[in-house]
Each structure stands twice: as structure tokens, then as C-alpha cells.
């Protein structure tokens, strides 16, 4: 389903048209529609993770290095993080482990594996991602994130041109246009209303299975999986 097929099912949808659904109000309801719809995905999409098909380079950012410098800022679109990895001054690239600051309970920030060295553990916090011990040593291109983004919304230039689809399961275009036109039936206290969040409830159970499901060739085992935690900060 093309953008030009989503604008004109929301017509359908609502009895309107480009007079008195507007060209801007319909762009943010086609786009919020389509963040909904990658919300719905991200939630249940397992092992196999989910990328807007629209998008042309891989959720894999890398950035450099700086001795002594801590933290390091995540661009807004890195809506999960998946793991991150550090290259040491030999080329060699590690893990990173994830912590909290609750995981050093009892001790400064600024104390925590005080002194720099090769980072080992990362911490999110707000938009930043801190390194602990800090680097001590400058590299380029030796930070790497492997990051879940958000959907590839739709520009006003690309309505005009009219032929970009959807980044996800073409089954489920239909969902776009159904949530645009349900917004607006709210909005507008349009009868059907009721009949478009049900055919929305319908088509959602059938992606959120779809996409939980969509990686049966791996083979699922059981693990044990033990959780030790090497802090030991009080006396």
C-alpha cells in the first residue's frame, strides 16, 4: 500500500477529502498511525529484531573514543539499545555488561572503577550512555551500539511523490489508514467510530502474532542462566 493508497483509504474511511481533511493534519495522523504500528512491533518481535524497510544503513552506530571522557550521547532515534561494544588500543573488540547505578549501592559515581583503563561495563541514563572505568586512551570509530530505531515517517515530499510504502509486513498496511480515520472519527464523533477500533483490535492481534512468530526456523532451547554480580564495595 503505497502512501498515495493510505491517503485516500483515510478519505474512504472518514468521508473526506483534501479540502476538509487537510494535507498537514493528514500527515501527522498518517505518521502517528505508522509509530504505533512500530511501537506494536518492537514489543514482540523477539529474536529477530524489527528495521523499517525504508531505512538504507543498518541500526549500527560507531563513534570515537575519547581518553577520559565518560559519557556519550545517543541520538534520539536509538529507541532500544541491543548491546554495545568497545575496541581496545590492539583492535580487539569486547562486550560491554550492562549495569545500574543500583549495582554500586554504597559508593560515589565518581569512585566507581575510579582510575580508567579499558571500559567493561555501560549505563544508560537519560540520552547518554556511561563507559565505566572511563577510557584511557583516544580511538576513532571504536564505540559501537547495535540500536532499535523507530519507524521511517512518512516527509510531505514524499506524499507528493506518492509511492513509498510502509517499512513493515505488507499484510498489516491496512492499519495506517484505520488508525488515521479512527482519530479523526474521535475527533469528529463519527459514527463508526466503534467499527474502526474493532477492525484496529482484528488486524493487531494478527501482526503482534505474526511478528512473535516470525522466527521459527531458530530452534528453542532451555538455559540456566546465572546471575553473579562481582561488586563488593562494603567494608
Not at 502512501?3 to 481533511?21: C, E, H, L, R
Not at 532515534?77 to 581496545?88: A, G
Not at 565518581?110 to 580508567?116: I, M
Amino acid at each position: 500500500m503505497t502512501i498515495t493508497d493510505i491517503v485516500n483509504k483515510t478519505y474512504f474511511y472518514t468521508t473526506t477529502n483534501s479540502t476538509t481533511f487537510s494535507a498537514a493534519n493528514m500527515l501527522l495522523a498518517i505518521n502517528n498511525a505508522y509509530e504505533r504500528v512500530a511501537s506494536l512491533i518492537m514489543q514482540c518481535d523477539g529474536r529477530w529484531e524489527w528495521d523499517d524497510a525504508n531505512n538504507t544503513d543498518f541500526p549500527i552506530a560507531t563513534t570515537t573514543i575519547t581518553s577520559a571522557q565518560q559519557d556519550y550521547s545517543l541520538a534520539v532515534t536509538h529507541l532500544k539499545i541491543i548491546r554495545i561494544e568497545v575496541k581496545d588500543s590492539n583492535g580487539i573488540w569486547t562486550q560491554l555488561s550492562p549495569l545500574d547505578q543500583s549495582d554500586y549501592a554504597g559508593q560515589a559515581q565518581a569512585e566507581f572503577l575510579k582510575g580508567g583503563g579499558i571500559p567493561v561495563y555501560y549505563d544508560l541514563v537519560g540520552s547518554s550512555v556511561f563507559l565505566y572505568p572511563s577510557p584511557n586512551y583516544t580511538q576513532a570509530a571504536s564505540l559501537k551500539i547495535f540500536f532499535q530505531r523507530g519507524a521511517a515517517v512518512y516527509t510531505s515530499a514524499e506524499v507528493t511523490t506518492g509511492t513509498k510504502v510502509p517499512g513493515f509486513n505488507s499484510l498489516y498496511h491496512e492499519l495506517i489508514p484505520l488508525h488515521a480515520s479512527h482519530d479523526y472519527a474521535i475527533a469528529k464523533g463519527s459514527a463508526n467510530v466503534n467499527q474502526l477500533a474493532e477492525q484496529i483490535r482484528i488486524r493487531e492481534e494478527a501482526l503482534m502474532e505474526d511478528y512473535r512468530d516470525r522466527n521459527k526456523n531458530e530452534r528453542l532451547t532451555l538455559k540456566v542462566r546465572y546471575n553473579v554480580k562481582y561488586f563488593c564495595f562494603r567494608g
